[in-house]
């Protein structure tokens, strides 16, 4: 029987001193769990609970957690250099060639700390490039906190259709200059550019559709954005936050064939340390005032900092062993495959959706192309399913419509005991339904 006292007392003492006792929005989960060890894929809470952990921080940790040849990496960088703040160090320079050789966008690269100041900077690049205001956005996709782009994604029902922007005093201007397509669908995107001809600065997309779990572009679907926005003059801005390096070296661009103007990068670059990039073509790029010739201004005191770029190149290292790639995928494959045929044996209504070490079921019967079809799923059983699997040590997220990550130090072994909870708990679920009023509790 799984105890909470420890972690109670602390999540209490966090409240005291930190609102809501978590440093970030989406953080706070039930049942308060205050982790204080991470190694491989297994998280361990205050009470000493052990969880197969799915969550990976919301994706950094593609190789698992504490591995230990970034953290040699970083405990060197640590004792070479401390952060300099004038030039450039040796790490920047081999961390952006890396990039360059395999992100097929990528002439030239910049480095911050998270995903939002790379989206921030994309977007101001994409302004400044081609004089225009407005940016495109998804319904669903989510790219950081700022006014420009915090907005639309998961929106409740009556909120689409219009600006939902995420957070109180956003900027209505800034809002403003934000268009909303859905996924998927080119008629949505033509009718937008044509309403707005010659005022779109930037498209910007998820090339998979992540935030909201995983939705997977259609046939065509990228190869007509990249189409559009060539012959009406936007940027096309890929945000590979989630699915750079975690889908593959090169990103889904890679993948799928299809070169953005730019590309932002996070999370899984540094196996869970800090750090973020924005790259492109070297046109564009250049006009970045860290260029003598530019004016677009780009600074950060922190950035290129040693601990993320040592962080990266180890990471990578590791990535660019051949056997990584094959690994995730298989178990992220054994996973979507044997939950599909859980849910069959059970009769349940439900989709497995995935690509490479990404898995998450939904509840609803598919296809899902976009966020409206997800708004079909059935919250109340997805979180319901999570928070009992917390209990029996499987940690996945209980928030609507989040995605699990598979890591590179998962086993077979623990899959298979997910596997086996997981049909054990949906069994039960089928027998006794989720009560209409917990349809409520989505978090
Ligand atoms: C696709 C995508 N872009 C950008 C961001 C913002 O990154 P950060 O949280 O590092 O600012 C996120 C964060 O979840 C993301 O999922």
């Given at each position: 029987?799984?105890?909470?006292?420890?972690?109670?007392?602390?999540?209490?003492?966090?409240?005291?001193?930190?609102?809501?006792?978590?440093?970030?929005?989406?953080?706070?989960?039930?049942?308060?769990?205050?982790?204080?060890?991470?190694?491989?894929?297994?998280?361990?809470?205050?009470?000493?609970?052990?969880?197969?952990?799915?969550?990976?921080?919301?994706?950094?940790?593609?190789?698992?957690?504490?591995?230990?040849?970034?953290?040699?990496?970083?405990?060197?960088?640590?004792?070479?250099?401390?952060?300099?703040?004038?030039?450039?160090?040796?790490?920047?320079?081999?961390?952006?060639?890396?990039?360059?050789?395999?992100?097929?966008?990528?002439?030239?690269?910049?480095?911050?700390?998270?995903?939002?100041?790379?989206?921030?900077?994309?977007?101001?690049?994409?302004?400044?490039?081609?004089?225009?205001?407005?940016?495109?956005?998804?319904?669903?996709?989510?790219?950081?906190?700022?006014?420009?782009?915090?907005?639309?994604?998961?929106?409740?029902?009556?909120?689409?259709?219009?600006?939902?922007?995420?957070?109180?005093?956003?900027?209505?201007?800034?809002?403003?200059?934000?268009?909303?397509?859905?996924?998927?669908?080119?008629?949505?995107?033509?009718?937008?550019?044509?309403?707005?001809?010659?005022?779109?600065?930037?498209?910007?997309?998820?090339?998979?559709?992540?935030?909201?779990?995983?939705?997977?572009?259609?046939?065509?679907?990228?190869?007509?954005?990249?189409?559009?926005?060539?012959?009406?003059?936007?940027?096309?801005?890929?945000?590979?936050?989630?699915?750079?390096?975690?889908?593959?070296?090169?990103?889904?661009?890679?993948?799928?064939?299809?070169?953005?103007?730019?590309?932002?990068?996070?999370?899984?670059?540094?196996?869970?340390?800090?750090?973020?990039?924005?790259?492109?073509?070297?046109?564009?790029?250049?006009?970045?005032?860290?260029?003598?010739?530019?004016?677009?201004?780009?600074?950060?005191?922190?950035?290129?900092?040693?601990?993320?770029?040592?962080?990266?190149?180890?990471?990578?290292?590791?990535?660019?062993?051949?056997?990584?790639?094959?690994?995730?995928?298989?178990?992220?494959?054994?996973?979507?495959?044997?939950?599909?045929?859980?849910?069959?044996?059970?009769?349940?209504?439900?989709?497995?959706?995935?690509?490479?070490?990404?898995?998450?079921?939904?509840?609803?019967?598919?296809?899902?192309?976009?966020?409206?079809?997800?708004?079909?799923?059935?919250?109340a059983?997805?979180?319901k399913?999570?928070?009992?699997?917390?209990?029996?040590?499987?940690?996945?997220?209980?928030?609507?419509?989040?995605?699990?990550?598979?890591?590179?130090?998962?086993?077979?072994?623990?899959?298979?005991?997910?596997?086996?909870?997981?049909?054990?708990?949906?069994?039960?679920?089928?027998?006794q339904p989720v009560a209409a009023g917990a349809r409520?509790?989505?978090?």
């Amino acid at each position: 029987m799984r105890t909470y006292t420890n972690n109670e007392k602390r999540y209490q003492a966090a409240c005291e001193v930190i609102p809501g006792g978590v440093n970030s929005s989406l953080r706070r989960c039930w049942p308060y769990p205050v982790f204080v060890r991470s190694k491989g894929a297994v998280i361990t809470d205050a009470d000493n609970n052990e969880y197969i952990d799915y969550h990976a921080a919301f994706g950094p940790n593609v190789l698992g957690y504490n591995d230990d040849a970034v953290d040699a990496a970083v405990s060197q960088a640590i004792e070479d250099i401390g952060l300099i703040g004038v030039g450039t160090t040796e790490q920047e320079i081999q961390l952006a060639q890396k990039i360059c050789q395999h992100v097929p966008c990528a002439e030239k690269v910049l480095f911050s700390n998270s995903g939002s100041e790379a989206t921030y900077a994309a977007i101001r690049l994409a302004r400044a490039v081609t004089s225009r205001k407005k940016i495109i956005k998804f319904q669903g996709a989510y790219h950081g906190w700022h006014d420009y782009l915090a907005m639309n994604v998961i929106s409740a029902p009556e909120k689409l259709g219009e600006r939902d922007p995420l957070s109180a005093g956003s900027l209505p201007e800034a809002i403003e200059q934000t268009l909303i397509c859905s996924f998927n669908d080119l008629d949505d995107v033509e009718d937008t550019v044509r309403a707005h001809k010659g005022e779109v600065a930037g498209i910007i997309l998820e090339p998979i559709l992540h935030n909201i779990g995983c939705v997977l572009p259609q046939p065509g679907f990228l190869e007509a954005l990249r189409e559009i926005t060539r012959r009406e003059g936007i940027v096309l801005i890929f945000d590979e936050v989630i699915t750079g390096f975690r889908h593959g070296l090169g990103g889904y661009q890679k993948i799928c064939g299809v070169t953005p103007d730019l590309t932002t990068l996070g999370k899984s670059m540094a196996n869970g340390y800090p750090i973020s990039a924005l790259c492109g073509k070297r046109e564009l790029m250049d006009r970045f005032r860290t260029h003598p010739d530019g004016d677009v201004f780009f600074a950060g005191t922190f950035n290129g900092h040693p601990v993320g770029c040592a962080a990266a190149l180890a990471t990578i290292e590791v990535l660019e062993r051949e056997s990584t790639y094959p690994h995730l995928f298989g178990l992220g494959e054994r996973m979507r495959k044997e939950l599909s045929e859980i849910i069959s044996r059970l009769g349940l209504k439900a989709t497995v959706a995935g690509f490479g070490s990404v898995f998450l079921t939904y509840f609803l019967e598919g296809p899902v192309r976009n966020y409206s079809d997800l708004l079909r799923n059935d919250a109340a059983l997805f979180v319901k399913y999570r928070k009992d699997l917390i209990q029996r040590g499987i940690f996945k997220l209980p928030m609507n419509l989040k995605r699990n990550h598979l890591t590179l130090s998962h086993t077979e072994e623990q899959v298979s005991r997910t596997l086996e909870a997981s049909e054990d708990v949906l069994q039960r679920l089928v027998k006794q339904p989720v009560a209409a009023g917990a349809r409520e509790s989505q978090s």
